[in-house]
């Protein structure tokens, strides 16, 4: 099972106290629709009364007009008005429960509407830093399952406490009413019906836990066997496997079965008090009956109201035990509402014109929040690129080409010295002008839902059709979109995955080449495409680099021997610097790596 | 899904996953007996109750001796037993339930290996998760539905209304008179509002993968400062999500409350009528308490009527769905014979094969490969070089002509046997989340830490799998460390050199490592190719320069074959495709 998944599980049982401040914050949210929220809780009260009074009327039918045999015609009457008294309350709940589902909902919704589309906005305003530190899981999880557990507790807590309370207490009176001492008497159920919720609360939730740990290890059991099908077959594993399979089944049903077990008992113990109430009732509320102490109606009313009881400490219990995890939702929620964006832009800062494209890093020092303090992924980088030249960056693994990037689109910001565009401080612009002016193709070639030309257009969304199929045609890939099944207006599937590896990319390149950006970075966007695409991509690299600054980091060294300057980077530092012809004469590190590859490559 | 070639599609449906639960009738019988029982208790405590209120009403009036106490014993005694079936029922039943899921589970994994490779190509793996995980959910909501809520909800229904027919000939007519409105208005309702749920869940399906995008293409979406399309994105298919949500619910507030309204109508005029003959001495205090205790136990069971019907609703498109995998008809018969254990020559006599019958992946090839050579498959992009070689495995089977190994059609092979004996490298290495050591014995589980070891030397892998954390007690996948391409190739030819087999089929493909990883790379496989028969697909030429026989195929035909250095003073279509590598990947030779 996948370990985020667990972990995932694990914040979905958290539980925590609840405390003021979050309250208060919710509270903020919920401000704006105090009409429907006060409209609720009218309607809940006024409802939960009417229910209520069910059993007082059964009462006094039965007292006034059943037990004692009076005039007929007067006891009839009597009955019939009962009745009808009963109808209309039926008639009144009725208005007053639709009235409650419809207000409640507009409430809840609109509260979580505002804090759900808070959270997003949030995320969109996050540094890549917090993105590096956190799994997209969880801040997916963030979005998505914690405003679904403040839902509970928002739209349908809030209706059910004050049902559920007001109808025990509500109970309780009108039983006090009748008679103290049978109230008492028949109040002793319900210590142990607290207790023993609380316990089924406590132990099911850990039940909870197990069983969805098992099962979500049931699915990734089985994912892992249908992605990897092919190894299974060809090492004929199948036997095997499905021994394992079966014993992973094994394990959640057991798992399942002993939290069916603690509902099978707790449920059986409600029942149990239940037929002790109602035997207290029949018993003590029989002796004082036959005493006169208490008439036979209020014996049935009092059967009713015992009735009353269970269902409410079952809801206050379910939902004390969800109260807690919404505020754990609550909590992560508001702790990444607070947590800070680590670039944005700063006061004064003002927008970049239309760049040109001179590009200068002066003493950039820089480590990410993981780095040793100690240590510099940058260390002391100078260069300065003119406008229309390419630059490529070379180097092993974790030299620092992709950080240098990552400065250069303000991804992230160099702890000392500074970078100029066109003799602009980066850090004194606006985050938004500049990234609109830089173009970016990453090796990830991240496809958008959509169609084709939706995702040529993300950049620009005012680019018309004849633009987009002009930059397509530009770079030799618009007879490859004409090529698919639906040319511009094929779907794009989930990530792309109807595409292949080098249409994704070339797709990408169209799109940072309708987006006609000042910038454009290549991070090692070629690979893993067969020679035909290749020699393509090649083409359209070229095109696309025509007439804009560039920057290229390949493994590739065929790809970037055309460049204006190579930089070769060594543990975040420049070691080498010049043309192709310069580095060879060189003799250095690219010389080295150059032999390498041209063995490789040429047998 | 389906295999294409059978003409009739068998439907399955919900009858058929019962069959599941019938493969365990003592279970079954205990636990309808259990809840039977407990429906005939629950029927008895209003009659007590009503006994009582008749008795002691009497007992008051008419001073006749009544032992109240006697009475509230029974009542105890009763509510204790029926208590107690309760909590023998709940465990057995879901025992049962749960153990029928995992026989449905087991059946679709095992259904699922057993497929071909045809068949996975089409499937869809988030399609195929969803069946064996929400899909099986709904049926066990089904399960208890069906064997549970329904019998609960029909026979204690009928059974109550007999009872208050018997007490008062007219009540029972009343309580008839509104239960059955109600419960078609309910059934109605549900019916209307299940497509309404349905829009929900879709436009909350798509909210989430809107978020999920977005997230997951974060760099993209900074990139192009594009945060401000995006919450529009997102508040849009909030706001329709929203707007449908709040119209359902509406939809819901204005009909479901009012069913319920008209089965409460039930009490009061039950109050009226019965009140009336209990006035006019036709019935019994008592008897009507129970009447109203009655139609009180009826009303939370009218809730159900509505989940009931969603449930069924939602399980019959589910149990469709997965037994139509677990019956998927298997596309490859099993042969009897054992693969020789010195393998043999590899002969393709005319072999012919489709994807789908319009199109040829292969056409009429033949060749001949004896043993412990090593071929090098050559073509561009589509040109049937993988279909070619996973013929031999049977992965897929031929349309036409024979693969022979040692003289035998490789179908007349136990699948077993033969595929034991073939070892496959295929272009994406994947990795099992587990350690490294697992994932290298992954085909001979039983293999000792010496010969693991010794399989990842020969691949160039064991220097970096011992510079991990743990070394090879390392897991890698999803769960611990991830690799890069070029680890998990060597790795992936790691595990293929410890299964030792006679044949071996390496798709290479052209991961983004750098020169010296490659180079690594290739010394494994050069090393892997020493005794045995090798079939190479080669992206790069230079794994073709240490085959001694080249194929040559384009467009699923075999246009050359010959060595390296024959087909290069050919001049032919291998000649072509090494020189347009070359343009663009190679500089000038030094």
């Not at chain 1, 798992?255 to 109602?278: D, E, N, Q, R, W």
């Not at chain 1, 070769?568 to 390498?596: C, F, W």
């Not at chain 2, 498959?377 to 993988?386: F, L």
């Amino acid at each position: 099972m996948s370990f985020i998944e667990e972990q995932l599980i694990e914040e979905e049982v958290a539980r925590t106290a609840i405390r003021g401040t979050i309250v208060r914050r919710i509270w903020k949210y919920i401000r704006p629709y105090w009409k429907s929220c006060l409209i609720t809780i009218i309607s809940t009260i006024l409802s939960t009364l009417c229910d209520l009074l069910g059993p007082k009327l059964i009462q006094v039918g039965m007292d006034q007009f059943l037990m004692k045999i009076g005039d007929p015609v007067v006891a009839i009457r009597g009955i019939l008005i009962i009745s009808a008294i009963y109808l209309a309350n039926l008639l009144l709940s009725w208005g007053l429960t639709v009235t409650q589902i419809r207000h409640q909902v507009r409430m809840g919704w609109n509260a979580l509407n505002d804090i759900q589309t808070d959270v997003f906005r949030h995320i969109q305003a996050l540094s890549l830093n917090y993105f590096d530190k956190t799994h997209q899981g969880r801040i997916i999880s963030r979005v998505d399952y914690d405003i679904e557990a403040l839902d509970e507790v928002i739209v349908w807590g809030l209706t059910a406490l004050l049902n559920s309370s007001l109808t025990l207490i509500g109970a309780l009176i009108f039983m006090l009413r009748y008679d103290w001492r049978l109230s008492l008497a028949v109040s002793l159920v319900l210590p142990p019906l607290i207790y023993a919720t609380y316990l089924y609360q406590k132990h099911g939730l850990e039940a909870y836990r197990q069983i969805r740990l098992k099962s979500s290890r049931i699915t990734s059991v089985l994912a892992e066997n249908v992605s990897g099908i092919s190894v299974v077959q060809a090492m004929v594993r199948e036997e095997r496997n499905l021994r394992h399979f079966s014993q992973v089944n094994d394990e959640y049903a057991e798992k399942a079965v002993y939290g069916a077990t603690l509902f099978h008992t707790y449920m059986p113990f409600i029942g149990v008090m239940s037929a002790v109430g109602s035997t207290i009732i029949l018993s003590y509320g029989g002796y004082l009956a036959s005493r006169g102490e208490i008439t036979v109606g209020e014996i049935a009313a009092f059967l009713l109201y015992l009735g009353m009881f269970f269902g409410p400490i079952q809801t206050m219990g379910e939902l004390y035990n969800s109260a807690l995890g919404a505020s754990a939702s609550a909590e992560r929620i508001f702790a990444l509402l607070d947590t800070l964006p680590q670039v944005r832009d700063r006061k004064g800062s003002h927008p970049l014109p239309l760049i040109s494209g001179d590009v200068s890093f002066e003493h950039i020092h820089f480590r990410y929040d993981t780095t040793p303090m100690d240590q510099w992924i940058l260390d002391d980088i100078n260069f300065s690129a003119k406008q229309g030249q390419t630059i490529a960056l070379v180097g092993a693994t974790g030299s620092g080409k992709t950080s240098i990037i990552n400065l250069l689109t303000r991804f992230y910001e160099p702890q000392e010295g500074r970078i100029l565009i066109d003799g602009h401080d980066l850090s004194q612009t606006t985050l938004f002008s500049l990234r609109n002016q830089i173009g970016i193709v990453t090796q990830e070639n991240f496809l958008f839902t959509g169609t084709v030309l939706e995702n040529l257009t993300f950049a620009r969304p005012s680019a018309s059709r004849d633009e987009v199929e002009a930059s397509a045609k530009a770079l030799g890939t618009h007879e490859m979109i004409l090529g698919f099944e639906k040319g511009y207006d094929t779907e794009v599937g989930e990530r792309g995955a109807n595409f292949s590896a080098g249409q994704r990319q070339l797709l990408c390149f169209t799109r940072a080449m309708v987006a006609q950006p000042r910038i454009l970075i290549l991070d090692e966007a070629t690979s893993a495409v067969d020679p035909q695409t290749e020699a393509l991509i090649q083409h359209a690299l070229e095109v696309l680099m025509a007439n804009r600054t560039g920057f290229v980091i390949a493994h590739r060294l065929s790809t970037v021997r055309h460049a204006s300057l190579i930089m070769v980077l060594k543990s975040g530092k420049i070691i080498e610097s010049g043309t192709h012809a310069e580095l060879l004469q060189l003799g250095g590190e690219y010389a080295a790596l150059h032999r390498e590859f041209t063995r490789n490559s040429n047998t | 899904m389906q295999n294409s070639s059978t003409s009739e599609k068998p439907t399955y449906g919900l009858r058929h996953a019962l069959g599941y639960l019938g493969k365990y009738p003592g279970q079954v019988c205990l636990s309808l007996g259990l809840l039977f029982l407990i429906i005939g208790l629950e029927l008895l405590l209003p009659k007590i109750i009503g006994y009582w209120i008749d008795h002691m009403k009497m007992a008051l009036s008419k001073g006749i001796a009544f032992n109240f106490l006697a009475v509230a014993a029974l009542f105890l005694s009763l509510g204790f037993l029926r208590e107690f079936l309760r909590y023998i029922l709940g465990p057995t039943r879901n025992r049962l339930v749960h153990r029928s899921l995992s026989d449905i589970r087991v059946d679709f994994f095992d259904s699922l290996q057993r497929q071909g490779f045809p068949y996975h190509g089409k499937a869809n793996t988030g399609d195929l998760i969803s069946r064996a995980t929400s899909d099986v959910r709904k049926l066990q909501g089904f399960f208890f539905a069906c064997m549970f809520l329904s019998v609960d909800i029909v026979v204690s229904m009928l059974l109550t209304l007999c009872l208050i027919a018997w007490i008062d000939p007219w009540l029972g007519l009343l309580v008839v008179g509104t239960t059955i409105p109600t419960f078609l208005l309910v059934a109605w309702f549900s019916n209307k509002l299940g497509p309404q749920w349905g829009e929900v869940h879709r436009l909350r399906g798509r909210m989430t993968s809107v978020i999920q995008e977005n997230i997951t293409g974060v760099r993209v979406v900074k990139a192009f400062a594009k945060e401000k399309e995006e919450i529009g994105k997102f508040s849009h298919s909030r706001d329709a999500l929203m707007a449908k949500a709040l119209s359902a619910m509406d939809y819901w507030a204005a009909r479901v409350p009012f069913a319920q309204f008209i089965y409460g109508l039930t009490l009061p005029l039950a109050l009226g009528l019965g009140g009336y003959h209990v006035i006019e001495g036709k019935l019994l205090v008592g008897q009507l308490a129970s009447v109203v205790f009655y139609i009180m136990s009826i009303n939370h069971r009218m809730g159900s009527i509505g989940r009931f019907m969603n449930m069924v609703h939602e399980a019959s498109a589910g149990a469709t769905r997965i037994l139509e995998v677990i019956h998927a008809p298997y596309e490859l018969p099993n042969g009897a014979r054992d693969f020789p254990p010195t393998g043999g020559d590899i002969v393709f006599e005319n072999v012919s094969y489709s994807h789908t019958p319009d199109r040829k992946a292969l056409s009429d090839i033949s060749f001949t490969i004896p043993a412990g050579e090593c071929v090098a498959v050559v073509g561009s992009t589509g040109a049937g070089k993988t279909t070619l070689v996973n013929l031999i495995p049977r992965f897929y089977d031929v349309s036409a002509g024979r693969v022979l190994i040692g003289g035998t059609d490789v179908r007349e092979f136990r699948l077993q046997s033969l595929r034991q004996n073939i070892g496959v490298i295929f272009q994406e290495s994947f990795l099992f989340s587990a350690t490294v050591a697992e994932n290298l014995a992954y085909g001979r589980p039983h293999a000792t830490q010496e010969e693991i070891i010794e399989s990842a030397r020969a691949a160039q892998a064991h220097d970096f799998i011992e510079a991990l954390p743990n070394g090879y007690n390392t897991v890698i996948g999803e769960r611990g460390i991830s690799l890069s391409g070029g680890q998990k190739q060597r790795i992936a030819i790691a595990r293929a050199f410890l299964l030792n087999p006679r044949i071996l089929i390496l798709d290479d493909a052209t991961a983004s490592v750098d020169p010296r990883t490659e180079q690594k790379i290739q010394e494994a496989i050069r090393r892997l190719c020493a005794d045995r028969t090798v079939f190479i697909i080669a992206h790069r030429h230079s794994t073709v320069t240490f085959a001694s026989e080249v194929i040559v195929l384009d467009e699923g035909r075999l246009v050359e074959k010959g060595n390296h250095q024959e087909l290069m003073q050919s001049n032919g279509f291998y000649r072509q495709l090494v020189d347009s590598q070359m343009q663009h990947d190679l500089i000038s030779p030094s």
